[in-house]
């Protein structure tokens, strides 16, 4: 490699739309389409040299020390029968991948003023603008820049700018949080950052629940579907916020083990519990003593599996909050949802309302602990093999550390 070069995991695939797909001429110019598995096909990772980028006005290159495997970054890789990646979201190919991530800061650029040469840091991985109506409110993670295939300048890490699965990425202070309290809780600034890198996805749990849902009263049942890093962190959160039981529903064997370790009082297989005649709603009301979830967390992204469930047992006055992704249309229930005077939020994102300052927070504090869930570490050199193996699903996060 020469000097002045860098390792980055590049993501690539073939810009073809589906037919039935009205794909706009800003999409087609820019390529930053909307709905990614509708467009990108053949979708294929490797590892490439390109030149270390330099920080202009106000932003910040960051050696990477660690970068998670997200769920998203996975379905980005595979695909449909037709060839086209399953991830529905906002891209732009070709882009390094990875936005779960945490390292120290190597150079700033002028203007830079909260962040120094030195400071271990983490990103937001929504590039939001600031400025438009959107964010002027408050939504942050509804950027209309962010969004507008027109727009170039904003977006999100990983998917339409380039990531974090590199040694250095370039970002905006603006997204940028400092992590240096974590190294007296964790002891070493190793540590810290495998802390760090899992600000992000433990942040789109905080952001569902206790932003976009409302929170929930200490004593509350919580139940989490799908025990993969998101759901569970909303273990760790309930647990933290005061819910008195948290049930998790996972088939993984490695993710149930996972689930216990960090707080789940009742975990259970639904393949197991079908085989003994037993649906999924009806532990969860066994469990609760007939009253139902006073939270459902959707962190598997099955709704087709998981709707129904929880419209059987959600409690009064419950909430439904979403964070899972898929490309599924189901049917729900109104009459359930108005006699039980009960809610369902949609979420996305992770920005804005503090979130990641009180994630940060919540780990220096030892309230919260999400090392626990790092079960695979690879080099940068290593990451065919490490998404290889991030396919399988026997993980409860893989991290890469360049």
């Known amino acids: 490699m020469n000097k002045g070069e860098m390792l980055a995991l590049l993501l690539e695939a073939d810009f073809d739309p589906k037919p039935e797909y009205s794909v706009s001429d800003d999409e087609r110019r820019t390529r930053k389409v909307k709905d990614g598995n509708k467009v990108w096909r053949n979708p294929r990772i490797k590892l490439i040299e390109k030149e270390v980028p330099r920080p202009r006005e106000g932003e910040v290159l960051i050696r990477v020390r660690a970068c998670g495997i997200c769920g998203s970054d996975v379905h980005m890789v595979e695909t449909?029968?037709?060839?086209?990646?399953?991830?529905?979201?906002?891209?732009?190919?070709?882009?390094?991948?990875?936005?779960?991530?945490?390292?120290?800061?190597?150079?700033?650029?002028?203007?830079?003023?909260?962040?120094?040469?030195?400071?271990?840091?983490?990103?937001?991985?929504?590039?939001?603008?600031?400025?438009?109506?959107?964010?002027?409110?408050?939504?942050?993670?509804?950027?209309?820049?962010?969004?507008?295939?027109?727009?170039?300048?904003?977006?999100?890490?990983?998917?339409?700018?380039?990531g974090a699965m590199a040694e250095y990425v370039l970002v905006h202070e603006r997204y940028v949080w400092k992590i240096n309290s974590l190294v007296e809780r964790y002891g070493s600034d190793e540590r810290a950052i495998e802390a760090g890198s899992l600000v992000?996805?433990?942040?789109?749990?905080?952001?569902?629940?206790?932003?976009?849902?409302?929170?929930?009263?200490?004593?509350?049942?919580?139940?989490?579907?799908?025990?993969?890093?998101?759901?569970?962190?909303?273990?760790?959160?309930?647990?933290?916020?005061?819910?008195?039981?948290?049930?998790?529903?996972?088939?993984?064997?490695?993710?149930?083990?996972?689930?216990?370790?960090?707080?789940?009082?009742?975990?259970?297989?639904p393949l197991e519990l079908r085989r003994k005649g037993v649906e999924p709603w009806e532990k969860i009301l066994e469990v609760t003593g007939g009253a139902g979830a006073d939270m459902h967390v959707e962190a598997a992204g099955a709704p087709a599996e998981t709707f129904p469930q929880m419209q059987k047992s959600i409690a009064i006055g419950g909430k439904v909050v979403w964070i899972g992704r898929a490309p599924q249309e189901v049917a729900i229930y109104f009459e359930v949802f108005q006699i039980r005077r009960a809610q369902v939020f949609g979420s996305q994102g992770h920005s804005g309302w503090g979130t990641f300052r009180n994630v940060i927070r919540l780990m220096a504090s030892g309230r919260i602990d999400m090392t626990r869930i790092i079960t695979s570490r690879?080099?940068?050199?290593?990451?065919?093999?490490?998404?290889?193996?991030?396919?399988?699903?026997?993980?409860?996060?893989?991290?890469?550390?360049?």
């Open 200 to 269: 992000e996805p433990t942040s789109v749990a905080y952001h569902a629940m206790f932003n976009r849902g409302g929170g929930f009263k200490p004593g509350a049942y919580v139940v989490v579907w799908g025990a993969g890093p998101i759901g569970l962190a909303a273990i760790q959160l309930a647990k933290a916020a005061g819910a008195s039981k948290v049930i998790s529903f996972e088939i993984s064997p490695v993710r149930k083990e996972l689930a216990k370790n960090v707080g789940a009082d009742y975990v259970f297989d």
């Open 80 to 162: 449909d029968s037709s060839g086209y990646m399953i991830y529905p979201g906002l891209t732009r190919l070709p882009v390094v991948i990875g936005h779960e991530f945490a390292g120290v800061v190597e150079d700033v650029g002028p203007g830079v003023k909260n962040v120094r040469p030195g400071d271990l840091v983490t990103s937001e991985e929504m590039l939001w603008c600031g400025v438009c109506d959107s964010c002027r409110v408050g939504y942050v993670n509804h950027c209309t820049r962010l969004n507008d295939p027109s727009d170039l300048e904003f977006g999100e890490l990983g998917f339409t700018h380039d």
């Open 378 to 402: 690879f080099r940068l050199t290593e990451a065919l093999k490490a998404f290889d193996r991030a396919r399988e699903r026997i993980d409860g996060k893989i991290t890469i550390k360049p």
